[in-house]
């Protein structure tokens, strides 16, 4: 024996009990030269486990940042908002806001609570202007996060104070406390210090003075408030809202949080809150309704879509969850072609095996020889993934939030995850494989029969049942995107009972008090050629805010009391948006309200059965006020297709209409009617607002907006099945290579026998087109639950058709079989005299 062969006996992989580092060393050295021998391999497997990885990266970083929201503050564990819920009729409604009079009753009378902070949003945009010496002040339009708090506030979030204090900054009305960023923007070049004592005024109307700075908070948290106005300022001006002091007027503006002490249960507040509401809300015997107050954890306010969080985003927890779903299916897939593919090739491997084993090698180190390539394979795959991550960051841009950003540096926690990852991830897919060749016999292995007695039976029946769990989650994800498509397409383009196309919006001045501005507008609109109608109302028919109020119907014999959802506008608007007038006559432009327009679900509450029926009738409206219905116009559509129809008034009210609504002539065959038509609305806006800016929208984009969400799960199920096809074929690819390669000498035997190429390649891809509808069966009921689950979302849905599931099947056996193709028909192909030749 020479000295090289020596010394190969003599290595760790052979028995030897040599140090660690020589031994890892050995173990990569021959990993690495065993996945560059089988280079096909090696790339299907790096690339599916880098898709499943990328996948899990990506979907990590948007679960992290949604779950890491409000963690920072102090004892975060007994910080809890207050919140209402209303029951009418059976409708429960929420509100994120309290009564402001319970605020002093809560802080005087519950007990078992540290800290009572109360602060109310400041509604809408404003104006701030900073005075300069001797020059015109800077103005900053659109300012938002303002709100009116107190000093207490400061005790429930942790702000780091660069200059004033706490305790007396928010003490005195007119007080005003700015983050170190709104700091900077007004007084660019001022210190901090240098900035306490300045004044600002909002709306030009209330002046301030500038007491403190904080910095900015740049852990993720719901509180992104920037402007900080005294409390007590409200009731010192204007701002002060009517109904202040009244036990029945909740407004979602007016927030209430409480810290509980320790040991004191949520249950316990909330009990005594019930009592301290029905000691001073006098319910009236007549009244049906139901009011309660729950006690909202600060971890549940980034996700509760019933409360919100300050018209911020909130994160939807079955969505993430959803995500999770996706990231382990995708990365299943990876590991799937990775167990197929190592199994498959084990007959190859199996005489290394046995000489080893012969030559002293323990199973152990066979494992450890193995799990070495499949770390090797994976660690390549996460460095592939690391580098495609941005990629799909941008492609996935309309599911990501702003704030959420991929940089290794800075994120040690994203480098932990990989590693971990790694691990998982080798183990998932390296152990039975490793377990199975490592488990091989010597002795059988050199006559040639382990393969005959394993990789036949158990592990052939194994490759099936994974191929099957990849082309089942295949399956799955095209027939859901199928659907979600169907539903989108379905939602926007289901008649809305209102005309959507060609009509614009937008809103006046909220702190106008001249009223006879937007009449003048209204004047110089109706002069503009180009407009086929404009409308003074509130808001659109469809509309994300709402205006709802507790009304009263009285037959004699029964009260009907309900909470009715309220629009106004003058006589144009149902004209302009082609509502539907059943029954009666339409509402005339006045300064009250003189009249109402009902929908026909409110008529049915009522107990009318037909329209006419409620034209005459009295509805008791604004501290008993009877109005009476003149008309009864169509249902439709108030916010989105998630939410059914709700009872509904429609008056006119001059006061509170202060948003234009207009409806275009048609566009002109070169497209630029349009254009020229809003310059000059937009001319005629600034002649009568020159300091605001002209902000309009468009209805029907508006609308498509409802359903972003629904269109960014559309979108990002169309990758992930993308994705899931592609590892899926990737596998099947790899099979059907190792499956002709094994075949080799019976493929050219049978040809040599008469067998035609068609023959051939039909008997090679039967057994994997057998296989894809074996999961298309049952994909079929796994698809039907979820979509069927999903679908119960939205009030308003399509159906769930027979086709959306055939083709999920056709879509996938046409992929297969475009995958097995080019492979089988090149083996039937290959000449049989080089096939009988081949070992």
């Given at each position: 024996m020479n000295n090289y062969n020596y010394h190969?006996?003599?290595?760790?992989?052979?028995?030897?009990?040599?140090?660690?580092?020589?031994?890892?060393?050995?173990?990569?050295?021959?990993?690495?030269?065993?996945?560059?021998?089988?280079?096909?391999f090696s790339v299907i497997n790096v690339l599916g486990l880098a898709i499943g990885i990328s996948a899990s990266l990506v979907i990590y970083l948007l679960v992290n940042y949604h779950f890491s929201f409000d963690k920072f503050e102090k004892d975060n564990d007994r910080i809890y908002r207050v919140v209402s819920n209303f029951s009418f009729s059976g409708e429960v409604y929420h509100n994120s806001g309290v009564t402001v009079p319970m605020i002093p009753a809560v802080r005087k009378e519950v007990t078992g609570i540290d800290a009572v902070v109360p602060f109310r949003t400041w509604n809408g945009d404003a104006k701030i202007s900073v005075p300069l010496d001797k020059k015109e002040p800077k103005v900053f339009k659109h300012q938002q996060n303002i709100i009116f708090a107190d000093s207490n506030y400061f005790n429930l979030i942790s702000y780091i104070w660069i200059a004033g204090s706490p305790k007396t900054s928010l003490l005195n009305p007119y007080q005003t406390v700015l983050t170190e960023s709104n700091a900077k923007l007004y007084f660019p070049n001022l210190s901090p210090t240098q900035v306490v004592g300045k004044e600002i005024f909002f709306n030009d109307s209330i002046r301030a003075t500038i007491t403190g700075v904080v910095k900015d908070i740049k852990e993720n948290i719901d509180f992104t408030f920037k402007t900080f106005m005294a409390y007590a300022t409200m009731e010192k001006t204007s701002l002060k809202p009517e109904n202040w002091g009244s036990w029945d007027n909740t407004n979602g503006a007016q927030q209430l949080f409480v810290k509980l002490s320790p040991g004191t249960s949520a249950v316990q507040i909330e009990k005594q809150i019930a009592r301290l509401y029905k000691k001073y809300a006098k319910q009236s015997p007549d009244?049906?309704?139901?009011?309660?107050?729950?006690?909202?954890?600060?971890?549940?306010?980034?996700?509760?879509?019933?409360?919100?969080?300050?018209?911020?985003?909130?994160?939807?927890?079955?969505?993430?969850?959803?995500?999770?779903?996706?990231?382990?299916?995708?990365?299943?897939?990876?590991?799937?072609?990775?167990?197929?593919?190592?199994?498959?090739?084990?007959?190859?491997?199996?005489?290394?095996?046995?000489?080893?084993?012969?030559?002293?090698?323990?199973?152990?180190?066979?494992?450890?020889?193995?799990?070495?390539?499949?770390?090797?394979?994976?660690?390549?795959?996460?460095?592939?993934s690391a580098a495609l991550t941005p990629l799909l960051l941008k492609a996935f841009s309309g599911f990501i939030p702003e704030g959420l950003h991929f940089n290794l540096t800075e994120q040690p926690n994203i480098i932990l995850f990989l590693v971990l990852l790694m691990i998982v991830v080798t183990l998932l897919s390296g152990f039975y494989p490793a377990l199975v060749l490592s488990g091989y016999k010597p002795v059988l292995v050199l006559k040639n029969q382990a393969y005959a007695n394993t990789g036949k039976t158990r592990n052939a029946w194994l490759r099936k049942s994974l191929t099957i769990s990849q082309f089942v989650i295949a399956q799955v994800f095209i027939m859901a995107t199928i659907l979600v498509s169907k539903q989108i397409h379905y939602s926007l383009n289901k008649d809305m009972g209102f005309k959507k196309e060609a009509i614009l919006y937008f809103n006046t001045n909220y702190y106008d008090t001249v009223r006879n501005h937007k009449n003048v507008l209204m004047d110089k609109l109706k002069a503009i050629p180009g407009l086929e109608m404009v409308s003074l109302c509130t808001n659109p028919p469809?509309?994300?805010?709402?205006?709802?109020?507790?009304?009263?119907?009285?037959?004699?014999?029964?009260?009907?009391?309900?909470?009715?959802?309220?629009?106004?506008?003058?006589?144009?608007?149902?004209?302009?948006?082609?509502?539907?007038?059943?029954?009666?006559?339409?509402?005339?432009?006045?300064?009250?309200?003189?009249?109402?327009?009902?929908?026909?679900?409110?008529?049915?509450?009522?107990?009318?059965?037909?329209?006419?029926?409620?034209?005459?009738?009295?509805?008791?409206?604004?501290?008993?006020?009877?109005?009476?219905?003149?008309?009864?116009?169509?249902?439709?559509?108030?916010?989105?297709?998630?939410?059914?129809?709700?009872?509904?008034?429609?008056?006119?009210?001059?006061?509170?209409?202060?948003?234009?609504?207009?409806?275009?002539?048609?566009?002109?065959?070169?497209?630029?009617?349009?254009?020229?038509?809003?310059?000059?609305?937009?001319?005629?806006?600034?002649?009568?607002?020159?300091?605001?800016?002209?902000?309009?929208?468009?209805?029907?984009?508006?609308?498509?907006?409802y359903y972003a969400a629904e269109q960014n799960i559309d979108s990002l199920l169309k990758w992930s099945t993308a994705l899931a096809i592609f590892i899926s074929c990737l596998g099947l690819l790899g099979l059907v290579i190792y499956t002709t390669t094994q075949r080799t000498k019976e493929i050219g035997v049978r040809k040599v026998l008469g067998a035609s190429v068609s023959q051939i390649v039909s008997l090679i891809s039967k057994d994997f087109i057998l296989l894809v509808l074996f999961a298309f069966v049952i994909a079929v009921p796994l698809a039907w639950i979820g979509m069927n689950k999903w679908l119960q979302n939205f009030a308003f849905r399509t159906d769930i058709s027979w086709w959306t599931f055939l083709s999920g099947g056709v879509i996938m056996i046409a992929i297969a079989l475009l995958t097995l193709g080019f492979q089988t028909i090149k083996a039937a192909m290959a000449n049989p005299v080089q096939s009988l030749r081949s070992e």
């Amino acid at each position: 024996m020479n000295n090289y062969n020596y010394h190969r006996l003599k290595s760790p992989l052979f028995g030897e009990d040599l140090g660690e580092a020589s031994m890892l060393k050995n173990y990569f050295t021959i990993a690495i030269r065993t996945l560059w021998k089988n280079k096909v391999f090696s790339v299907i497997n790096v690339l599916g486990l880098a898709i499943g990885i990328s996948a899990s990266l990506v979907i990590y970083l948007l679960v992290n940042y949604h779950f890491s929201f409000d963690k920072f503050e102090k004892d975060n564990d007994r910080i809890y908002r207050v919140v209402s819920n209303f029951s009418f009729s059976g409708e429960v409604y929420h509100n994120s806001g309290v009564t402001v009079p319970m605020i002093p009753a809560v802080r005087k009378e519950v007990t078992g609570i540290d800290a009572v902070v109360p602060f109310r949003t400041w509604n809408g945009d404003a104006k701030i202007s900073v005075p300069l010496d001797k020059k015109e002040p800077k103005v900053f339009k659109h300012q938002q996060n303002i709100i009116f708090a107190d000093s207490n506030y400061f005790n429930l979030i942790s702000y780091i104070w660069i200059a004033g204090s706490p305790k007396t900054s928010l003490l005195n009305p007119y007080q005003t406390v700015l983050t170190e960023s709104n700091a900077k923007l007004y007084f660019p070049n001022l210190s901090p210090t240098q900035v306490v004592g300045k004044e600002i005024f909002f709306n030009d109307s209330i002046r301030a003075t500038i007491t403190g700075v904080v910095k900015d908070i740049k852990e993720n948290i719901d509180f992104t408030f920037k402007t900080f106005m005294a409390y007590a300022t409200m009731e010192k001006t204007s701002l002060k809202p009517e109904n202040w002091g009244s036990w029945d007027n909740t407004n979602g503006a007016q927030q209430l949080f409480v810290k509980l002490s320790p040991g004191t249960s949520a249950v316990q507040i909330e009990k005594q809150i019930a009592r301290l509401y029905k000691k001073y809300a006098k319910q009236s015997p007549d009244d049906h309704s139901k009011t309660w107050h729950t006690l909202q954890p600060l971890s549940d306010l980034h996700f509760n879509a019933d409360y919100g969080a300050y018209d911020l985003p909130t994160g939807n927890k079955s969505t993430l969850y959803g995500l999770l779903a996706v990231a382990a299916f995708l990365l299943i897939l990876g590991c799937i072609n990775f167990i197929n593919l190592t199994t498959a090739h084990a007959s190859q491997r199996a005489k290394e095996i046995g000489i080893r084993k012969t030559m002293g090698s323990s199973k152990k180190q066979l494992i450890v020889q193995f799990l070495s390539e499949t770390f090797l394979l994976t660690f390549l795959a996460t460095v592939l993934s690391a580098a495609l991550t941005p990629l799909l960051l941008k492609a996935f841009s309309g599911f990501i939030p702003e704030g959420l950003h991929f940089n290794l540096t800075e994120q040690p926690n994203i480098i932990l995850f990989l590693v971990l990852l790694m691990i998982v991830v080798t183990l998932l897919s390296g152990f039975y494989p490793a377990l199975v060749l490592s488990g091989y016999k010597p002795v059988l292995v050199l006559k040639n029969q382990a393969y005959a007695n394993t990789g036949k039976t158990r592990n052939a029946w194994l490759r099936k049942s994974l191929t099957i769990s990849q082309f089942v989650i295949a399956q799955v994800f095209i027939m859901a995107t199928i659907l979600v498509s169907k539903q989108i397409h379905y939602s926007l383009n289901k008649d809305m009972g209102f005309k959507k196309e060609a009509i614009l919006y937008f809103n006046t001045n909220y702190y106008d008090t001249v009223r006879n501005h937007k009449n003048v507008l209204m004047d110089k609109l109706k002069a503009i050629p180009g407009l086929e109608m404009v409308s003074l109302c509130t808001n659109p028919p469809s509309s994300g805010s709402t205006w709802s109020g507790t009304m009263k119907y009285k037959d004699g014999k029964k009260e009907v009391e309900t909470d009715v959802q309220q629009k106004f506008g003058d006589s144009n608007y149902i004209k302009l948006y082609q509502l539907k007038l059943l029954a009666g006559k339409n509402i005339a432009a006045t300064d009250t309200v003189t009249s109402f327009l009902i929908n026909e679900t409110y008529a049915h509450i009522l107990g009318f059965q037909k329209p006419e029926q409620a034209i005459g009738k009295y509805i008791e409206w604004e501290r008993n006020k009877q109005i009476p219905i003149s008309g009864v116009v169509s249902d439709f559509i108030q916010k989105s297709l998630h939410e059914p129809v709700k009872p509904l008034i429609i008056g006119s009210w001059n006061n509170v209409e202060r948003n234009f609504s207009i409806a275009l002539q048609p566009q002109n065959e070169d497209g630029t009617a349009w254009k020229t038509t809003m310059s000059k609305i937009e001319k005629a806006f600034k002649e009568v607002y020159p300091e605001d800016d002209f902000d309009y929208s468009f209805f029907d984009e508006d609308i498509a907006k409802y359903y972003a969400a629904e269109q960014n799960i559309d979108s990002l199920l169309k990758w992930s099945t993308a994705l899931a096809i592609f590892i899926s074929c990737l596998g099947l690819l790899g099979l059907v290579i190792y499956t002709t390669t094994q075949r080799t000498k019976e493929i050219g035997v049978r040809k040599v026998l008469g067998a035609s190429v068609s023959q051939i390649v039909s008997l090679i891809s039967k057994d994997f087109i057998l296989l894809v509808l074996f999961a298309f069966v049952i994909a079929v009921p796994l698809a039907w639950i979820g979509m069927n689950k999903w679908l119960q979302n939205f009030a308003f849905r399509t159906d769930i058709s027979w086709w959306t599931f055939l083709s999920g099947g056709v879509i996938m056996i046409a992929i297969a079989l475009l995958t097995l193709g080019f492979q089988t028909i090149k083996a039937a192909m290959a000449n049989p005299v080089q096939s009988l030749r081949s070992e």
